[in-house]
């Protein structure tokens, strides 16, 4: 297929990338340590940890594990929200040439049992407030080995030491929990595994690009979820990828070294997860937030220092522009508004611009492709609507169910291949060899349309069509339209089943007016969409149902929750 997106590329990108110039994502990782050792690597709590820092207690957890004497593929799992621990277990596990299972810290117990037993994880670090989801179902998993962190176990001996307290004792946000020591199981505090490990000595990962780097689990949307297996490879790639988009916004920071990147997105997350890496790849640093839902002490920690890049998905962007002192924020310094994880409305995206003066550059991706896909132009000063254009060394194709290429224009499922893409599902040989098609490309689900310039439009995901009388109806484009209604703060639209068309189309509506009523949202719609895409039901709520990273849940209004 001819690659007509490359005409459309900013100047300065390359067209592809070299994942073979590094062994591992050890290789990546030591390189960065040695070379940024004394530049800043995180700051959380405004409590500062550097890349020697994090060289040197990631090397000490790593030599720790490797002494447990797991095997040599061992799944290790990480259930910590955004502090400083993440990066450095991260780090550990890669660099003792182990798989990291990221886990979802919100988990419930069902969730939880599943992700460790379909991975065959065999150790865990946890954050103490979750340890009580752990001991429920520790003993139907393989896991033999838990390390133990309290909240401020890296942020200071004085500070960290009255915060955890705090949190134990006055906020009292650790329920009480007691893991089991049967059948040989370990349960060690992280600041005792550190201790013993800086008198060991970490022996060099045996990884290579083609080792397992990662067991990145799906948000189940289908079914239970799934680990999308990514190798040293995939991650390599998906930093190079998004050095050589993301570099040119950065021209006015003059060195990349000094970039700020706000976290806010959980780190166990694949989008924050692959940025994070692309921070260590430029030596920069991460602004750590550890809890974004409390939007006034998010909006403080930006008005501490410049920040240049802010990643987030569309519901925190709504969320900080409600908020009445986020108008205070110095946005000067903004290079990269990044929006991804779910569609971007273009209501938010335009009230964003007007208040921060940057504009929303809206990209797409997915667990399976290391968040990388595709990604409108970083120097763009305006929204789109589209998911922009195929990242170096992406390749996108539009096909029809039976895998055949369709041609510009038409509308079909987006698929996908390239360095950054999975190798399947693990232990899932049946799912893998769904999830391709003959040619090498990954169904993603996603129906799209590609346009001569080679920007790629998402319609929706192929489940959540809905079908009015015979003509397909794509609840992202509703979405879209009824977000620029007056009063309207958020909407989500679903199918629900009618006698005479099949499917009729209802939306929920959280209102920034209280006084929007159900007749003025009608009368928007039937102004601004053709007569079958006007909804039959209009719904007020409140809030909306969401995941632990802002996805509206779609799947929930249908079962009526």
């Not at 049992?113 to 991975?119: A, G, I, N, V, Y």
């Not at 979750?130 to 942020?155: N, P, S, Y």
């Not at 039937?526 to 779609?554: C, M």
Request: hydrophobic share 40%; proline share 6%; net charge neutral.
């Amino acid at each position: 297929m001819e690659k007509i997106w490359l005409q459309s590329y900013p100047p300065g990108v390359p067209q592809d990338i070299d994942p073979g110039q590094y062994s591992s994502l050890a290789q990546l990782l030591e390189e960065s340590f040695r070379k940024n050792a004394t530049q800043p690597f995180s700051v959380c709590m405004e409590r500062w940890m550097s890349y020697r820092q994090l060289d040197e207690l990631s090397a000490a957890l790593g030599a720790w594990l490797q002494r447990l004497g797991l095997e040599p593929d061992a799944r290790v799992a990480i259930m910590l929200p955004n502090v400083p621990q993440f990066a450095v277990t991260m780090a550990a596990i890669l660099r003792a040439g182990y798989t990291c299972v990221n886990v979802n810290p919100l988990y419930t117990a069902r969730e939880l049992e599943h992700q460790l037993k379909d991975s065959g994880a065999t150790a865990i670090v946890v954050l103490e407030n979750f340890a009580h989801t752990l001991e429920e179902v520790i003993e139907r998993t393989q896991v033999k080995h838990v390390v133990l962190t309290a909240f401020g176990d890296l942020l200071g001996p004085w500070y960290g030491r009255w915060l955890t307290f705090a949190i134990r004792h006055l906020a009292k946000m650790v329920p009480p929990f007691k893991l089991p020591l049967t059948d040989g199981r370990t349960v060690t505090a992280f600041r005792k595994a550190l201790g013993e490990g800086s008198h060991l000595t970490l022996k060099p990962s045996q990884a290579n690009l083609d080792s397992i780097a990662f067991l990145q689990y799906t948000g189940g949307t289908t079914g239970l979820s799934k680990g999308a297996v990514l190798t040293h490879r995939n991650i390599v790639a998906a930093i190079l990828q998004a050095e050589a988009w993301f570099t040119p916004a950065l021209d006015r920071v003059g060195n990349v070294r000094e970039t700020n990147s706000i976290a806010a997105l959980p780190l166990y997350h694949i989008f924050a997860l692959t940025l994070c890496f692309l921070a260590i790849r430029w030596g920069s640093h991460m602004t750590l937030v550890p809890n974004p839902r409390d939007i006034g002490k998010f909006i403080e920690v930006l008005k501490r220092r410049p920040f240049h890049m802010l990643p987030a998905v569309n519901t925190l962007f709504n969320a900080l522009l409600q908020h009445p002192q986020f108008r205070t924020v110095d946005f000067s310094h903004l290079c990269i508004s990044q929006a991804g994880g779910m569609a971007a409305s273009e209501g938010t995206a335009k009230h964003w611009q007007e208040v921060t003066g940057c504009a929303m550059v809206e990209g797409w991706g997915m667990s399976e492709t290391c968040a990388i896909g595709t990604n409108n132009p970083v120097t763009t000063t305006k929204f789109s609507g589209t998911i922009g254009l195929p990242l170096p060394g992406v390749e996108i194709a539009i096909k029809d169910d039976d895998g055949k290429s369709l041609p510009i224009g038409a509308s079909g499922e987006i698929c996908i291949r390239g360095p950054n893409v999975m190798t399947g599902y693990y232990r899932q040989a049946e799912e893998t060899a769904k999830a391709f098609t003959a040619d090498g490309y990954m169904r993603t689900g996603d129906i799209g349309i590609m346009d001569a310039q080679g920007y790629t439009k998402i319609v929706d995901r192929k489940k959540d069509m809905i079908l009015v009388s015979g003509f397909n109806v794509f609840p992202s484009e509703l979405e879209n339209v009824i977000s620029l209604c007056d009063g309207v703060l958020e909407c989500a639209v679903i199918g629900v089943p009618d006698a005479k068309q099949g499917e009729a189309i209802k939306v929920y509506v959280v209102r920034s007016d209280p006084t929007l009523s159900e007749d003025d949202v009608a009368k928007y719609c039937a102004q601004n969409l053709t007569g079958y895409k006007h909804p039959k039901y209009i719904e007020f709520r409140d809030e909306l149902p969401k995941s632990n990273v802002g996805k509206i849940l779609r799947r929930e209004l249908r079962a009526g929750k």
